[in-house]
């Protein structure tokens, strides 16, 4: 009996030249593979299906088909080996449809057994990685998935265990925790889970409109209210009906917009901008914040009473810092996301990744993925691959040493703390161009601060 930790890996070759089916046989049996072969019979997805190799050698001209038809055939069955596409007719163009159509790699015939090796090797490894992912997800312990939002850490299991516990409540939530991680996904799990599911989701964010038009996109107005109101218009606390209403940064909201605010949590009522009737509010409220509410109420920024109400449940999401043992999971959830199915982590990639800090959190993770998936194109993503990309900001030191190397130049130049900080968040911003949406999330601040910076 074969035993668990080395396997004997079955290949299937397809095609319709017996003589290449016994060469390659007896080449792929020589390397302690098991091999079945078919002539591209029209049974052939039924046996691919019942025997479920690890890899498929298939010609590209078969009697019936092509080897890229017959490819799509398997995949829709749901046989997800590695494939090889053999051809007599050496064509680039060819090579990279096939690829395209989810094939691993592309032969020439005849072929070359040095490179038939190598192929099978790397298909193979490919195969165990991705066996290797199926294992560790599957093999999560229960509870670690709560709509788009994942985590197997303890404190993640906690935010879920709150979030089943409350989702079906019409009690008001305050979501708190750093930019990006993952505060709105939260807010639309309580909404799916709920008794509200089939009810409007609407989101705003506090911190990106100027105060007259938040008020009336919250609040609505009657026409007339003001210089450009020409009719009536429903703001979002009717619009949403019976559903939820999720206020991003509420701890942003202008301080007259907050005594608003409060009247609508504690009367359940909205009066439109320019109106003297007032309209019942049904929807259940979840607010959410990358502030810190204590502080703000300290300085007199937010008002206590409006956190109190805020404040009924309570959800905190730590940043990833404190959550090392999730980012394994978010990478595999992001790489299925932005990916097409056939693209793994090594388990040396998820473990780098797992070192980081990600200042920016799950969203900083997840555009990192993204843009990984868009400048490589490795099957298998390892060390190499992340070095080609892990550097956001060419130039901004990532080392120990080189960061030591950057302060003591900085108290060379009797640089302030603020004088550092401004050079750095300037640095930042010409790396990528200005863009302060990617900015903030490079430095783990809010955009809304970059925008209120002065101009340098």
Known sequence: ?????????????????????????????????????????????????????????????????????????????????????????????????????????????????LRLKICLERAWAMRSIAEENRELRSGRPPATQLGDATGVSKAMQEVFSIARRVAGSKSTVLITGESGTGKEVIARALHDQGSRANETFVGINCSSLPEHLLESELFGHVRGAFTGATTHKEGLFVTAGQGTIFLDEVGDMPEALQAKLLRVLQEREVRPVGSTVSVPVRARIVAATNADLQTAMVKGRFRKDLFYRLNVIPIYLPPLRERAEDIGALAHLFLERHGNGDRHFSREAVEILSKKPWPG????????????????????????????????????????????????????????????????????????????????????????????????
Do not use: W
């Open 361 to 456: 959190n799950a969203r900083e993770l997840e555009n990192f993925i993204e843009r990984i998936l868009t400048l490589t194109d490795a099957l298998l993503i390892g060390r190499e691959d992340l070095e080609k990309v892990a550097d956001p900001i060419v130039g901004i030191p990532t080392d120990e040493n080189s960061i030591d190397e950057l302060l003591n130049a900085a108290f060379r130049m009797d640089l302030s703390i603020q004088a550092l900080n401004d050079r750095y968040i300037e640095t930042v911003l010409q790396k990528v161009d200005g863009c302060k949406t990617v900015a903030s999330q490079i430095l783990g601040i809010h955009r809304t601060t970059l925008y209120r910076r002065p101009a340098a």
């Open 1 to 113: 009996m074969t035993s668990k930790t080395q396997p004997q890996r079955h290949v299937l070759i397809i095609d319709d030249d017996e003589l290449v089916r016994e060469q390659l046989t007896s080449l792929i049996a020589a390397d302690g593979f098991r091999v079945s072969t078919n002539p591209g019979t029209y049974d052939v997805v039924d046996q691919a299906f019942d025997i479920d190799p690890d890899l498929i050698l298939v010609d590209f001209r078969l009697p019936h088909t092509s080897g890229i038809d017959l490819l799509g055939q398997l995949r829709d069955r749901g046989i997800s080996a590695p494939a090889l596409i053999m051809t007599a007719y050496a064509d680039t163009d060819l090579a990279l449809e096939a690829i395209r159509f989810g094939a691993f790699d592309f032969l020439s015939k005849p072929l070359d057994p």
